[in-house]
């Protein structure tokens, strides 16, 4: 079974910094392109970043390009995000699919439970 396990989130002041993680397991991980995509209170899913099988080519949503650097080690089946210099804007739920998923949204594909970020002084 497709598994997607969200961690590393949590209360940061303004400024600050976290690294999330994603474990993927049931498929083969290094097959598919990755992306982050968070989801505020209320709000819909905002697509945050995205990156290839092997990791050659990344992108940033315009609000995160600069601040936010995604990553994956294929060895680990893990895909990480390094956020630098958290705004409260930044605040939501964050989750890791693969590049279709996050195009299409779920009920398509596997999401897992998430991770919250809240930035706020």
């Known amino acids: 079974e497709v598994q997607l396990v969200e961690s590393g989130g949590g209360l940061v002041q303004p400024g600050g910094s976290l690294r999330l993680s994603c474990a993927a397991s049931?498929?083969?991980?290094?097959?598919?392109?990755m992306s982050w995509v968070r989801q505020a209170p209320g709000k819909g899913l905002e697509w945050v970043s995205g990156?290839?099988?092997?990791?050659?080519?990344?992108s940033y949503a315009d609000s995160v390009k600069g601040r936010f650097t995604i990553s994956r080690d294929n060895a680990k089946n893990t895909l990480y995000l390094q956020m630098n210099s958290l705004k409260p804007e930044d605040t939501a739920v964050y989750y890791c699919?693969?590049?279709?998923?996050?195009?299409?949204?779920?009920?398509?594909?596997?999401w897992g439970q998430g991770t919250q970020v809240t930035v706020s002084s």
């Open positions: 049931g498929f083969t991980f290094s097959n598919y392109g």
């Open positions: 699919a693969n590049i279709q998923a996050s195009i299409l949204g779920p009920p398509f594909g596997s």
């Open positions: 990156i290839s099988n092997f990791g050659a080519s990344t």
